[in-house]
């Protein structure tokens, strides 16, 4: 199917394991983006990537990891998880970055819960 | 640095009523604004954006918003609203690195 991609799309597991969310993109946009939203603060980026192998922090990067080894897919690794990072994370994708104006289009969101 | 403001957490409204939903932004550089919105259990889509021209920009589901550079405003509007309207709406700014600053949401909630 054409379009972005997130799974699992609920995971629930336990301090101090290790997790990867997935994300897929049919599209070849070049941007791809993590974000995590918790009430009280809308989407905070997590890391960003501008094309296969390059990838930025955001605003809230610590204690991820992302990888991008083919344009279309995203996937950010939790080494070892804590209960603050209990959170409803989305993948986005962009042609471009914002200040072209592009739409940055949205997958459905994983929610993760840690134990 | 740029930031956003949703000053209202929720918004209740009637059906058929009217709508504005707040949005203030600071910036000390010229600003690309979006409004997404995010229906239950789903991501988030694009309503509209403002890049520059005309300051009032009409989206998608007749929704629509005016820029303000004075009042460093986007409000986001609705003349009529639809119970297929309640959902979380996000304003949006984009940053002098590029990347999108949100705000914290305002859920639109319509009622019968």
């Known amino acids: 199917d054409a379009g972005i991609t997130q799974s699992p799309r609920y995971k629930i597991t336990e301090t101090g394991r290790q997790v990867t969310l997935m994300c897929h993109q049919t599209w070849s946009h070049s941007y791809m983006f993590w974000y995590r939203q918790d009430l009280g603060h809308g989407l905070r980026l997590i890391y960003y990537s501008a094309a296969a192998d390059i990838t930025d922090k955001g605003e809230v990067p610590d204690g991820y990891v992302v990888s991008r080894s083919k344009t279309e897919n995203f996937p950010l690794t939790l080494e070892s998880a804590t209960r603050s990072q209990t959170s409803v994370y989305f993948c986005?994708?962009?042609?471009?970055?914002?200040?072209?104006?592009?739409?940055?289009?949205f997958g459905p969101g994983t929610r993760l819960t840690v134990l | 640095a740029q930031s956003v403001t949703q000053l209202d957490s929720q918004v209740p409204v009637f059906e058929e009523a009217p709508v504005e939903l707040r949005c203030n932004y600071s910036s000390s550089v010229s600003v690309y604004l979006f409004w997404y919105v995010q229906y239950p259990n789903q991501g988030l889509q694009l309503l509209l954006k403002y890049l520059s021209g005309s300051t009032l920009v009409k989206g998608i589901n007749g929704f629509e918003a005016e820029f303000n550079k004075s009042q460093t405003s986007f409000h986001l509007r609705k003349p009529s609203v639809h119970i297929s309207d309640t959902a979380e709406y996000f304003c949006a700014v984009s940053d002098d690195t590029d990347k999108l600053i949100f705000g914290t949401g305002t859920r639109l909630q319509v009622f019968p």
């Open positions: 986005a994708s962009s042609d471009l970055m914002n200040l072209s104006g592009n739409e940055q289009f």
